[in-house]
């Protein structure tokens, strides 16, 4: 079992900056990717950001130039600085991780719990 721990959220000004990083642990094999997604209310989630293993990334259109996905010091980690934050980055922002556990080598898809992040003057 796999479990992801998010922190960094908060209430910043429109324009602000934010850090949200998150560490994997559990029986871990391999990572393959991971990243961030989000979700608004009413609103289907959706990627914001993914980084692959060999440190391939993608972004959503509208977070390009202001938010960066890298990985962490920390081993199964991963942080997502967002600068030019915008009132419609408003939302629930939660981490994912894919890869294999172990001992017996299965593919897991694991989520964290979310953390909210608010842009309002």
């Known amino acids: 079992q796999v479990q992801l721990v998010e922190s960094g959220g908060g209430l910043v000004q429109p324009g602000g900056s934010l850090r949200l990083s998150c560490a994997a642990s559990g029986r871990i094999f391999s990572i393959n990717g991971m990243g961030w997604y989000r979700q608004a209310p009413g609103k289907q989630r959706e990627l914001v950001a993914r980084i692959t293993s060999g440190g391939s990334t993608n972004y959503a259109d509208s977070v390009k130039g202001r938010f960066t996905i890298s990985r962490g010091n920390a081993e199964n980690t991963v942080v997502l600085q967002m600068n030019g934050l915008k009132p419609e980055d408003t939302a629930v922002y939660y981490c994912?991780?894919?890869?294999?556990?172990?001992?017996?080598?299965?593919?897991?898809?694991?989520w964290g719990q979310g953390t909210q992040v608010t842009v309002s003057s």
């Open positions: 994912n991780a894919v890869g294999y556990g172990e001992p017996v080598v299965s593919a897991f898809d694991s």
